[in-house]
């Protein structure tokens, strides 16, 4: 038995386990690597997977840096199953056909440049139709209920907290008269995410692939992220500003509305415009609403009253391209929501291109930003990014809240793991860069005594 890891290994982005007994082989989440060229050889179907010899496809939930080179695989002749959640599968279908949207829109521009420059144009990743093709491969399973996926492997779903169908999800490896269960955490969400279920944890494994994107720092806690938030607002509307939020469609776009609806009816701050420029958000936030069996209780409250409802149809909505191009005109005060939440790609490029130079504008930063994202270079404090191949000074405000994530903080990465520690088993950190995997790799040992082991890209892990 063994795990091979084609991507978040010592990096946040493009998730992907190869799981090998004697018997069987399947394929844990399948992700884009973000923060790269698409073009760069990074997000590829690595020889050694050997689709021919694949049995399933296992996704933990429906962001892109998980299910984002599914395509890929129906491209190079895969036509096996793919079992996910049935909130992940919709979500998966959405970001899927979104991300081939994007990709064609943003390489037109780029192929524009290159033809002007007598260089050979560059194909896409994948089209719509590589997505219609991927689509029909995903196959629904229920939390907490064990199925067999391949010979000798039974996978069960588990509640992950991170999104809506998010899941940590558990392998029973059988093979020659030995059995290993292994853990693949996903991404572990936030204790206390506002809609979503809280993560629940696992009590035994033999192996745990645990992510550690905050490895190394917590998060503020909410009531200080909402003050914070309050208190940046307040100043942007003094200065007639522009307020510009990069924003993960999925998860963090509805949480987001959930909060500052919350603000606006306790009086804490005053109603302005909030603009939702991505027609994904704008899905995404249907499909939260079609699948409240999953919401917390205070969200299903909320559902029951209808309140959820009337704060999300207060958001003014950008469906056309005019219609985003027409915020360009609009004075300030007011906010825009828009994808993509790393700025590497979608409407939020064409706002910050128009808007990084004036100084009364703010730009709140409300997720984990990759190494060689735009999103990073606007948090690290550079006073100069390029957008389009165009230079564009940085002299708007930039604020980092973090206490939005979704992700679980380093102390609530420890939790998490307290159930299973005891029972000694091998611990993986994977999904973290090293700075992150280093300090949560230390904590833990201080902790429970327990080693963490930290997989490189391409290299097998004999189980």
């Not at 996704?59 to 840096?65: F, Q, R, S």
């Not at 959930?258 to 027609?279: K, N, Q, T, V």
């Not at 703010?362 to 390029?386: M, S």
Request: hydrophobic share 40%; with cysteine.
């Amino acid at each position: 038995m063994r795990v091979t890891l084609y991507g978040a290994a010592r990096t946040v982005t493009g998730s992907a386990y190869l799981v090998e007994t004697a018997s069987a082989r399947v394929l844990v989440d399948f992700g884009m690597m973000q923060g790269h060229d698409n073009h760069d050889g990074a997000n590829v179907v690595p020889p050694e997977l050997n689709l021919t010899s694949l049995d399933a496809v296992l996704l933990t939930h429906g962001h892109l840096d998980h299910c984002g080179r599914l395509p890929l695989l129906t491209k190079a002749g895969y036509r096996g199953p793919v079992y996910a959640t049935p909130a992940t599968i919709e979500l998966t279908s959405l970001v899927l056909h979104d991300a081939a949207k994007v990709q064609a829109q943003d390489l037109a521009r780029v192929n524009r440049r290159r033809m002007r420059a007598g260089l050979d144009p560059i194909e896409v990743l994948y089209t719509t139709e590589d997505v219609d093709e991927t689509i029909p491969l995903l196959r629904g399973v229920d939390y907490n209920k064990p199925i067999p996926v391949a010979s000798g492997i039974t996978a069960r779903w588990v509640e992950a907290g991170h999104i809506l169908g998010s899941a940590s999800i558990e392998l029973t490896l059988e093979e020659n008269g030995r059995r290993h269960v292994a853990i693949f955490s996903g991404d572990i969400g936030h204790l206390g995410s506002p809609v979503v279920r809280d993560p629940e944890r696992f009590c035994g494994a033999d192996s745990i692939f645990m992510e550690s994107t905050y490895g190394d720092r917590n998060h503020r806690s909410l009531s200080e992220t909402l003050e914070e938030t309050r208190f940046v607002i307040n100043s942007a509307l003094k200065r007639r500003g522009k307020i510009l939020v990069p924003s993960f469609a999925i998860g963090r776009t509805q949480t987001l509305i959930y909060h500052l609806s919350a603000l606006f009816r306790s009086g804490a701050l005053p109603r302005f415009p909030i603009y939702l420029d991505s027609p994904m958000a704008e899905e995404a936030t249907r499909l939260y609403l079609r699948h409240v069996e999953l919401f917390d209780e205070e969200a299903m409250e909320l559902h029951r009253t209808g309140q959820l409802e009337r704060d999300f149809s207060a958001v003014r909505l950008c469906r056309t391209a005019e219609e985003s191009m027409a915020l360009n005109n609009l004075d300030g005060p007011l906010m825009i929501l828009a994808g993509s939440g790393m700025c590497t790609g979608g409407r939020i490029l064409h706002h910050l291109r128009h808007n990084l130079w004036r100084p009364e504008t703010h730009v709140l930063i409300v997720g984990f930003q990759a190494e060689g994202t735009l999103g990073r270079q606007l948090v690290d404090g550079r006073k100069k990014v390029h957008i389009f191949g165009e230079e564009i000074v940085v002299r708007a405000s930039i604020h980092t809240l973090n206490g939005f994530s979704a992700h679980a903080g380093q102390s609530e990465l420890v939790e998490w793991l307290s159930c299973a520690a005891h029972l000694r088993p091998r611990l993986f950190l994977t999904h973290g860069e090293p700075k992150a995997q280093e300090a949560l790799a230390g904590l833990i040992k201080e902790r429970y005594d327990l080693g963490a082991e930290i997989p490189e890209y391409g290299v097998p892990v004999e189980l």
